[in-house]
Nanobody
Framework: QVQLAESGGGLVQAGGSMRLSCAVSGRTAIPMGWFRQALGKEREFVAAITWTGGSVYYGESAQDRFTISRDNAANTVTLQMNNLKPEDTAVYYC???????????????WGHGTQVTVTS
């Protein structure tokens, strides 16, 4: 089992930055991912990282602006978001697969999400 808890959301102006954190407990030696879901839209993949942190990949909307990282000693996964845009407004979720394969093909553990609102 894996338990996930996001933090760090809130309100920010366009062009600003925000850092989201995900506290991971339980089985932690697995890849981790971030997703987001805007109101009325489907859930969208944002970024993922391997257990070692040696490989990452990003969704199209996150390229060049977001950075995913992890601190395995602290059991946290971070999403640094820069140059935020109003279209980045969404609930952001931390997620984990059940298997350690890379890239993950199915995320089965989810946090409750944290709201990020970007104002213009």
């Amino acid at each position: 089992q894996v338990q996930l808890a996001e933090s760090g959301g809130g309100l920010v102006q366009a062009g600003g930055s925000m850092r989201l954190s995900c506290a991971v407990s339980g089985r932690t030696a697995i890849p981790m991912g971030w997703f987001r879901q805007a109101l009325g839209k489907e859930r969208e993949f944002v970024a993922a990282i391997t257990w070692t942190g040696g490989s990452v990949y990003y969704g199209e909307s996150a390229q060049d602006r977001f950075t995913i990282s992890r601190d395995n000693a602290a059991n946290t996964v971070t999403l640094q978001m820069n140059n935020l845009k109003p279209e980045d407004t969404a609930v952001y979720y931390c997620a984990a697969p059940d298997l350690p394969s890379w890239p993950p093909d199915d995320y089965v553990y989810w946090g409750h999400g944290t709201q990020v609102t970007v104002t213009s």
